[in-house]
């Protein structure tokens, strides 16, 4: 299965978006696309997979329209569907950052594009201040090396992290630039252009986000350190860009490591050690429960409605609200 990222700021007519979402599903429908494509007024944001004819017919699609024509992709492939659906989402942002008055084009262009090899030059020049755009919980599984983690639970507390730390750390340092990045580049596109409105200077970010790096720098020359979060049923991958040793907890859809499945507090499909105090003894039951019919349908080459749920929708409490993707 070919799994493939993409995401365009590009403005959208109110009257184009019914349409775009009718002409996607009706596809979808007839070559058995799975994954989530969200469509709003500033542009699409999606993570769709299928067999290649599939992918080929909505890239086909998509670019037909000469706003798209030179839409770029990520690239990664999956020995299974990484999603069970296919859902188009109308959205009042294809990624959420909460400032209406942000207009990512022309009005506020993001920050200048580094390619990915020519990224760790920039980063690693002690001129540089390297930030991480992407949640928490991401950044905990993987990240560059020496990037500074705002720690956000959610991209809609970018903004306030940058009055409250990022703007006096800058007046005390004076870097002379700022390096953002993110899965897929969506955030950091968005995240710059917030920077840049806001009066920073020396903004630039890494065209293609993580999943572009990973594709093109050799590991062996790579400053990545981990492995990528991804919100699909993969959870995360490695340099290769396969499904590397993260699993969800199905009880608060956080990514465990391996340490984390081997800590005392870890049970399958119902808590773990970042969880374990956040439940009661009630929802505890029903997510054994849930865990129980999974466990039952698997064995009998079944999938439950549970297990397609948790493995969907990302990080629960923590998440942006994306249904299952984050370029």
């Given at each position: 299965?070919?799994?493939?990222?993409?995401?365009?700021?590009?403005?959208?007519?109110?009257?184009?978006?019914?349409?775009?979402?009718?002409?996607?599903?009706?596809?979808?429908?007839?070559?058995?696309?799975?994954?989530?494509?969200?469509?709003?007024?500033?542009?699409?944001?999606?993570?769709?997979?299928?067999?290649?004819?599939?992918?080929?017919?909505?890239?086909?699609?998509?670019?037909?329209?000469?706003?798209?024509?030179?839409?770029?992709?990520?690239?990664?492939?999956?020995?299974?569907?990484?999603?069970?659906?296919?859902?188009?989402?109308?959205?009042?942002?294809?990624?959420?950052?909460?400032?209406?008055?942000?207009?990512?084009?022309?009005?506020?262009?993001?920050?200048?594009?580094?390619?990915?090899?020519?990224?760790?030059?920039?980063?690693?020049?002690?001129?540089?201040?390297?930030?991480?755009?992407?949640?928490?919980?991401?950044?905990?599984?993987?990240?560059?090396?020496?990037?500074?983690?705002?720690?956000?639970?959610?991209?809609?507390?970018?903004?306030?992290?940058?009055?409250?730390?990022?703007?006096?750390?800058?007046?005390?340092?004076?870097?002379?630039?700022?390096?953002?990045?993110?899965?897929?580049?969506?955030?950091?596109?968005?995240?710059?252009?917030?920077?840049?409105?806001?009066?920073?200077?020396?903004?630039?970010?890494?065209?293609?986000?993580?999943?572009?790096?990973?594709?093109?720098?050799?590991?062996?020359?790579?400053?990545w350190q981990g492995e990528c979060f991804v919100f699909d049923q993969?959870?995360?991958?490695?340099?290769?860009?396969?499904?590397?040793?993260?699993?969800?907890?199905?009880?608060?859809?956080?990514?465990?490591?391996?340490?984390?499945?081997?800590?005392?507090?870890?049970?399958?499909?119902?808590?773990c050690s970042h969880c374990q105090g956040e439940r009661g003894e009630?929802?505890?039951?029903?997510?054994?429960?849930?865990?129980?019919?999974?466990?039952?349908?698997r064995a009998r080459g079944d999938r439950h409605i549970g297990q397609?749920?948790?493995?969907?929708?990302?990080?629960?409490?923590?998440?942006?609200?994306?249904?299952?993707?984050?370029?």
């Amino acid at each position: 299965m070919r799994v493939v990222s993409f995401y365009r700021f590009v403005p959208l007519a109110p009257e184009e978006l019914p349409q775009w979402r009718q002409r996607l599903l009706e596809l979808g429908a007839a070559v058995d696309l799975r994954g989530t494509v969200l469509l709003a007024a500033e542009g699409l944001n999606g993570t769709i997979c299928g067999g290649g004819p599939a992918v080929e017919a909505l890239v086909t699609l998509l670019r037909s329209d000469p706003r798209l024509a030179d839409l770029e992709l990520k690239h990664s492939e999956a020995p299974a569907a990484v999603f069970h659906r296919f859902k188009v989402r109308l959205k009042r942002e294809i990624v959420s950052l909460g400032r209406p008055e942000l207009q990512v084009g022309d009005q506020d262009p993001g920050g200048t594009y580094v390619a990915a090899a020519d990224w760790n030059a920039l980063i690693r020049d002690p001129g540089t201040l390297v930030i991480d755009t992407r949640n928490a919980y991401e950044v905990a599984v993987g990240s560059f090396a020496g990037s500074l983690d705002p720690a956000i639970a959610n991209f809609s507390d970018f903004p306030d992290w940058v009055e409250g730390q990022l703007r006096p750390l800058v007046e005390r340092t004076r870097p002379q630039a700022l390096a953002l990045f993110c899965t897929g580049g969506i955030r950091c596109e968005k995240a710059t252009a917030w920077l840049r409105r806001q009066g920073f200077e020396g903004v630039h970010q890494l065209q293609g986000g993580i999943l572009r790096y990973l594709e093109e720098v050799p590991e062996a020359d790579s400053a990545w350190q981990g492995e990528c979060f991804v919100f699909d049923q993969r959870v995360a991958l490695n340099h290769q860009l396969e499904p590397g040793e993260h699993s969800l907890c199905h009880g608060c859809r956080r990514p465990l490591s391996a340490a984390d499945r081997d800590h005392p507090s870890y049970v399958s499909g119902v808590c773990c050690s970042h969880c374990q105090g956040e439940r009661g003894e009630a929802d505890r039951a029903r997510f054994a429960e849930r865990q129980r019919q999974v466990s039952l349908a698997r064995a009998r080459g079944d999938r439950h409605i549970g297990q397609v749920f948790a493995s969907e929708v990302g990080p629960g409490p923590l998440s942006d609200g994306w249904g299952g993707i984050g370029p």
